[in-house]
């Protein structure tokens, strides 16, 4: 009797046998991240929300300390009149420090040695009760070219009565305007964008201001050359 032996391969196969195609509606693969991975993607968000939580409680208490300014907004403590006080000897007149009980605001005030118009001034500037602004200019030493410029070529349209004294007054139409007096031996120019009534306020408080002053101090005369 023969030994029956397991039947080998046939050798007419060639290859490895081919696999069925995937059926139809077999759900795709989805891609696992390896644990390790998902962790240290975790720990990265983390770490950019502690960083976060960390500026912001470092900057918090400076935030709380410097607290926001009013609606009024930043106003300048300037004193007007001691400024002028400490003019007056320079300037060899008294400059005006109008008292407008408040409602007119300066936003600074200062001596001018005019080095380069060549005329020396005293200017004050103020914001009016209407959020307007109105500028105060006053020389000894006024000039038709200097008037020109102060007023950027405006015309002279009439006069305004303030304080009982005929001021000029200049307009262009172009929403600003000057009014200007010749009184106590000096020129004040008031120019800005505020309506005739808040100009006719300061003006009444400059002539009175003005009324108040010593007489004008004479300056001596430059002793002529030998």
């Known amino acids: 009797m023969q030994e029956k032996t397991s039947p080998g391969p046939d050798p007419s196969d060639s290859g490895p046998a081919v696999q069925d195609a995937p059926q139809a509606d077999q759900p795709a693969v989805k891609p696992v991240i390896p ?13 950019m929300i502690v960083a976060l939580v960390v500026s912001i409680a470092a900057f918090l208490p400076i935030v709380l300390m410097n607290p926001l300014p009013k609606s009024e907004g930043f106003r300048p403590d300037i004193n007007v009149s001691a400024v002028a006080g400490n003019a007056a000897d320079v300037a060899g007149f008294t400059p005006a420090a109008p008292d407008t009980a408040g409602a007119f605001r300066p936003n600074y005030a200062r001596w001018e040695s005019g080095s380069g118009s060549g005329v020396p001034t005293w200017e004050v500037g103020y914001i009016t009760p209407k959020d307007s602004f109105i500028g105060l200019v006053q020389t000894r030493q006024s000039n038709p070219t200097w008037l020109l410029q102060q007023t950027k070529s405006a015309p002279v349209t009439g006069t305004r009565d303030a304080a009982g004294k005929a001021w000029e007054l200049r307009d ?4 600003e305007k000057s009014m200007i007096l010749d009184y106590r031996g000096t020129t004040v120019i008031l120019t800005g964008t505020a309506q005739l009534d808040e100009f006719t306020v300061l ?11 010593p007489a004008l101090t004479v300056l001596p005369s430059a002793s002529p050359t030998p």
């Open 35 to 47: 644990a390790a991975a998902a962790k240290r993607a975790n720990a990265s968000v983390i770490g």
């Open 203 to 213: 003006a009444n408080a400059v002539v009175k201001s003005m009324d108040s002053n």
């Open 172 to 175: 262009a139409g172009r929403g």
